[in-house]
Nanobody, 115 residues
Framework: QVQLVESGGGLVQPGGSLRLSCAAS????????MGWYRQAPGKQRELVAF???????DYADSVKGRFTISRDNARNTVYLLMNSLKPEDTAVYYC?????????WGQGTQVTVSS
């Protein structure tokens, strides 16, 4: 059974940092494209960043230069380091694993940026 479990969310002040983790099980992690998405209240879910099995990364324009996605295939874990957080980064952050047509989602972790 495939499981993606996110952690690391919380409340942080503007300008602060958080690191999200997504631990995967039940899938061939090293061959999966891993992504982070977010959904703010009243908005559609949007792509934040992804990393391919080969380590290629890409980011939404709104987070470029502030967020870094990385993966540890030995630990079956993908990370999202978020620096210089802004109130508009407030959302539920979801982890996604994709291998061909097989797509799986985590349950999400809340990130709130507020003073």
């Amino acid at each position: 059974q495939v499981q993606l479990v996110e952690s690391g969310g919380g409340l942080v002040q503007p300008g602060g940092s958080l690191r999200l983790s997504c631990a995967a099980s039940g899938l061939i992690f090293s061959m999966s494209v891993m992504g982070w998405y977010r959904q703010a209240p009243g908005k559609q879910r949007e792509l934040v960043a992804f990393i391919t099995s080969g380590g290629t990364t890409d980011y939404a324009d709104s987070v470029k230069g502030r967020f870094t996605i990385s993966r540890d295939n030995a630990r079956n874990t993908v990370y999202l380091l978020m620096n210089s957080l802004k109130p508009e980064d407030t959302a539920v952050y979801y982890c996604k694993a994709a291998r061909g047509l097989d797509v799986r989602w985590g349950q999400g972790t809340q990130v709130t940026v507020s003073s």
